[in-house]
Nanobody, 120 residues
Framework: QVQLVESGGGLVQPGGSLRLSCAASGSDFSINTMGWYRQAPGQKRELVATVTSGGSTNYADSVKGRFTISRDNAKNTVYLQMNSVKPEDTAVYYC??????????????WGQGTQVTVSS
């Protein structure tokens, strides 16, 4: 089993910055790709950014150039640095991890979500 604990959400003004963190625990599992997704009210959950264990990143077009995903493999922690935020970035942000069990089976895990509200 893998547990994901997110932190860093809150209220931020347009143009401001916020940093989200997500720590994965579950010592028997190897954590592969980690990422951030978001879901606004009445909308489907959508990809924000992902990062592989090797450091390759992928971003949604809507956040390219403003958000940066990074990870600390030693801590099994992924970060999302959000700069120049806009009201349309308001959503619940979820951390996701793909992890492989000692027997080689791959599972996906989700965090509980953290609210990000962009408003003046």
């Amino acid at each position: 089993q893998v547990q994901l604990v997110e932190s860093g959400g809150g209220l931020v003004q347009p143009g401001g910055s916020l940093r989200l963190s997500c720590a994965a625990s579950g010592s028997d599992f190897s954590i592969n790709t980690m990422g951030w997704y978001r879901q606004a009210p009445g909308q489907k959950r959508e990809l924000v950014a992902t990062v592989t264990s090797g450091g390759s990143t992928n971003y949604a077009d809507s956040v390219k150039g403003r958000f940066t995903i990074s990870r600390d493999n030693a801590k099994n922690t992924v970060y999302l640095q959000m700069n120049s935020v806009k009201p349309e970035d308001t959503a619940v942000y979820y951390c996701k991890a793909l992890a492989k069990s000692p027997r080689g089976f791959e599972y996906q895990y989700w965090g509980q979500g953290t609210q990000v509200t962009v408003s003046s």
